[in-house]
Each structure stands twice: as structure tokens, then as C-alpha cells.
């Protein structure tokens, strides 16, 4: 049975994101539940994706642990039996799909780092030569590998809104912290590069990915949500790789492919066909067993 949208009751809702809910436990703590909605072109669809908030859930946890020496997370623990009692009472719903973490001050900036040319980044570059009004060389072609590793922040949008792209050098205004600035782009390349040398070992390419940051009350800097899921990457398989082309990815872009051949209009919500929910849920659950060596449990 796929979860759609979780129901606790005696849990303090946040709010529901384009995939997790956001409990809060106590005045320290937030319970983050992956559901398995799915969205794309910033619209959520009206069905879901059986199982894919788990496996969401293990990537994050295994590249939480990966990532640790390079930046702290927000992870209490992802043990179910080690949540508060008001959490347990919810085991069937949430048991593999749930992390307690820290309340943090989050970053009201989505910190995206890329490393080769696609998706939007591309379609910019094809119209003015750049990604986020960063100037790139002229002769690059779709997918290519770029001639550095580039971040390029974007505003947080509300849910039915699109993030917007800004040009790193706006991201000072908006966080009015020169420092913090500076602090998010070392720490979001150096996770980035990090993470693509271990997965490119596996025969995965990570060609982008969105990383979101928080504030402790220390005002340490702390990775926190989801980290480098097929949610939030794009994964190519590195023996099909081909620059000059649309590439075969692990991730959304299957499903992006589809909404793009309907003409799909990225405003309406839409009930996705069953081959279009297991193909995806197939490539979600080949990229967790490339990168992990496990076969995922749902």
C-alpha cells in the first residue's frame, strides 16, 4: 500500500511538503516522514509511488552517514524502536520511512550544485551562454560534463509556486550573512564531490542535486531534509553515458520524460498510468542497490 499522506493524530503537523510530512515531537525535535507522494515540475501527482518513501529514507540515511566528517547532520536516529512512545503508536505507517531529527533555523535558499550541463541549466545556457547568469564557455552540448563543479543557489518556493534560480552573488541579500554565504558553497561542493567520486566507483554519475542547510543554536552550519536522492538528484548510469544527448537516469527524469510527451501543462495535478509508477519505482530501487550493494526491503 503506498502512503499518500500520513495520519497522527496526537503528532503536531507542520506541514505536508511536495513528498514529506513534518511533525513536530517537542520543542527539540521533528519527526520528517517520506511518504510516497511524487511530484515533478513542482506539481504533486495525484497518485503515488509504492514504497518510494523508504528507499528515500535509506539513501538519505546511508549518505548521512557517508557525509558525516564533511558536514554534521540533523539525524537523532531512524531506529523506530528508539522514538518517543507517541511516535511508536504509529508503526504501521511510519516504521522505514521516518527520521527524528534536530530542530534546526533552516536556510531559506535551496543550494544546488551541478555538475554537468541539463535540465534547466541547459535551457539557459542554450538561450545566453549561462546557468544562473554564470557565464559558461560557448561550444558546451547537452550533458556534458562542466568545466567546473558550479553552485547555483535558488530561492525556496511555497508549495504550487517554482523555486527561482538566482545568481550565487544575490544569495548575500537574502541571508544578509556574507560568511554564511561563503560557508553554504564550500559545504555544498565539497558534499557534492564527495558523493561523486564515491557513487562514480559504483558506476553512478551524479550530474546535479539539491542539498538544504540549517542553523543549530550554536549557529553551526548543519546539513539537514533529504540528501542526494533520486528526488533530489539527477543519477545517470555511467555505462550509458553520452554527452550531446538526453541521458537514462535513476531518478525523476523518467518521469519528467513522460509528463514532457503528454504535454503535461506543470500546473494540474494528474493520475500517473501504472507503468509509468513501476518503471520509476524500479529505477528508484536500482539506484539504492548500485550505491549500497543492498537490496531494498518494502
Known amino acids: 500500500m503506498a502512503l499518500l499522506n500520513s495520519n497522527c493524530p496526537e503528532l503536531k503537523l507542520i506541514t505536508r511538503g511536495k513528498v514529506r510530512d ?4 517537542d520543542e527539540k525535535s521533528l519527526l520528517f516522514v517520506a511518504t510516497d ?3 515533478a515540475f513542482d506539481v504533486i501527482m495525484t497518485n503515488a509511488i509504492p514504497g518510494k518513501g523508504k528507499i528515500l529514507t535509506e539513501i538519505s540515511l546511508f549518505w548521512f552517514e557517508l557525509l558525516k566528517e ?3 547532520n540533523h539525524l537523532i536516529t531512524a531506529n523506530f524502536d528508539e522514538m518517543p512512545e507517541k511516535v511508536q503508536k504509529y508503526r504501521k505507517q511510519l516504521e522505514g520511512r521516518s527520521i527524528l531529527v534536530k530542530k534546526m533555523r533552516v536556510v531559506p535558499i535551496e543550494a544546488i550544485v551541478r555538475g554537468y550541463i541539463t535540465g534547466s541549466g541547459w535551457s539557459e545556457y542554450k538561450k545566453k551562454g549561462t546557468i544562473c547568469d554564470i557565464s559558461l564557455p560557448k561550444g558546451l552540448v547537452e550533458s556534458q560534463k562542466l568545466p567546473e563543479v558550479l553552485f547555483t543557489p535558488s ?5 504550487g509556486d517554482h523555486d527561482e534560480n538566482i545568481h550565487p552573488s544575490k544569495m548575500i541579500g537574502i ?4 560568511g554564511l554565504a561563503d560557508k553554504i558553497t564550500k559545504s555544498a561542493i565539497a558534499l557534492y564531490t564527495k558523493a561523486s567520486e564515491y557513487a562514480a566507483k559504483k558506476g553512478i554519475i551524479i550530474a546535479d542535486t539539491k542539498f538544504e542547510f540549517g542553523l543549530d543554536e550554536d549557529n553551526n552550519l548543519v546539513l539537514v531534509d533529504e540528501v542526494l536522492t533520486p528526488d533530489s538528484s539527477r543519477f545517470w548510469p555511467a555505462d550509458k553515458y553520452e554527452a550531446g544527448r538526453t541521458q537514462d537516469s535513476f531518478d525523476k527524469q523518467f518521469l519528467r520524460n513522460y ?4 504535454h503535461f501543462d506543470k500546473r494540474t495535478s494528474i493520475e500517473l498510468p501504472s507503468d509509468v509508477i513501476d518503471n520509476t519505482l524500479a529505477k528508484y530501487k536500482e539506484a539504492f542497490f548500485l550505491l549500497t550493494g543492498k537490496e531494498i526491503k518494502l
Open 37 to 39: 507522494r511524487i511530484s
Open 155 to 159: 530561492t525556496k518556493a511555497e508549495i
Open 175 to 178: 541571508l544578509g550573512d556574507k
Open 259 to 262: 509528463l514532457e510527451s503528454i
Open 22 to 25: 513534518l511533525y513536530e515531537v
Open 70 to 72: 564533511v558536514l554534521p
